[in-house]
């Protein structure tokens, strides 16, 4: 009788290996899913708080020699004007 209990297990265990294969194998990709859908999220995010931000915090670097500085957006255009009447 225990010959064909540990028969039955041992049965029991390869007809329900493939099962838990499969179940480790959907987990690894949900997971990895679930990685690429917090990136995504994370883009999103990012990107929703670059568009309301004020303009009026949004600086431009412009380059000076090797070096770099920046303004804030709204003298850009002023800036440009005045080069180009200077160089008129």
Do not use: W
């Not at 290996?17 to 990895?32: H, I, Q, S, W």
């Not at 994370?42 to 929703?48: H, I, K, R, S, Y």
């Not at 957006?73 to 005045?82: F, K, L």
Request: aromatic fraction near 10%; include cysteine; charge should be negative.
């Amino acid at each position: 009788m225990v010959v064909a209990e540990v028969e039955l297990n041992m049965m029991t265990r390869v007809q329900k290996a493939p099962f838990v294969t499969g179940n480790v194998y959907r987990r690894t990709e949900l997971k990895e899913e679930i990685e690429v859908i917090k990136q995504q999220f994370q883009n999103l995010e990012d990107a929703c708080d670059d568009i309301t931000l004020p303009d009026d915090y949004l600086m431009t670097p412009y380059p000076i020699g090797d070096a770099f500085t920046s303004h804030f957006q709204e003298e850009t255009p002023q800036m440009v004007e005045e080069k180009f009447a200077r160089e008129k």
